[in-house]
Structure formats: C-alpha cells, structure tokens
C-alpha cells in the first residue's frame, strides 16, 4: 500500500484542497503535500508522516488556517481500511527557504496492518 498517497487522497478531500506526495514547480497556491519521516517496519510499530499545508508566499494565515483542518482530518483516517489509531504528534511553521511560500507541518503518526 502506498500509504503516503492514501493519506495525502484522504486528507485532500477532507480539507478540500489539492493533495500531493510530490510538490511540484506547478503546485497550486493552497495544497497539501504528505512525506513518510519512518516507521512501519511491523504493524507493532507506528507509521510517522508530515503533512506539509502550504500557501503562498506572506500567507501565514491561510497555511495555519489549513494546518488546523488538517488536524481535525487525521483523527478521521481510521475510517480509512487497515489505519488504527491515527494521531497528531506536532505542528509547527517552517517557510520554504526556496519560494518563500508560508508552510505549516502536522506531524501524525498511524498504525497499518496489511
């Protein structure tokens, strides 16, 4: 399972916004994109991933604004077949150094049994 791409599906739709696991140079302004940091080497071992809301460039707001929708829609990913107990661990803001563009990271963790 590609677990990064069922992720960044389900919160994209939760949130309603693009959702990726590639940010791209023609990403739209308002997106989500979704990295695995680790983890998930058993299904006794939690899967780690940031999910990275991102804005444009002085639009701290929009990117805070989206970071709390994405919380809210990981604590739903359990609906999702073979996620258990889906989980926030962290959020912080960290700007692209590269395009300027404002960008909050939710860091969640989630169990898969597959």
Known sequence: MDIEAVV???ISKAV???GRVEVTADAPESFISVERL???GSMFEPVQLAVDCWAGKK???V???LS???K???CDLDEEPNFFHPEVTNCYRQNDPDTGRSRYIVQ???WVCE
Do not use: D, N
């Open 16 to 18: 309603g916004v693009p």
């Open 108 to 110: 969640a963790q989630l």
């Open 72 to 74: 809210a829609a990981v």
């Open 8 to 10: 960044a599906r389900r």
């Open 63 to 65: 990117a805070q604004a």
């Open 59 to 61: 639009r701290r707001k």
């Open 68 to 70: 709390e929708r994405v």
């Open 38 to 40: 680790g983890g998930g």
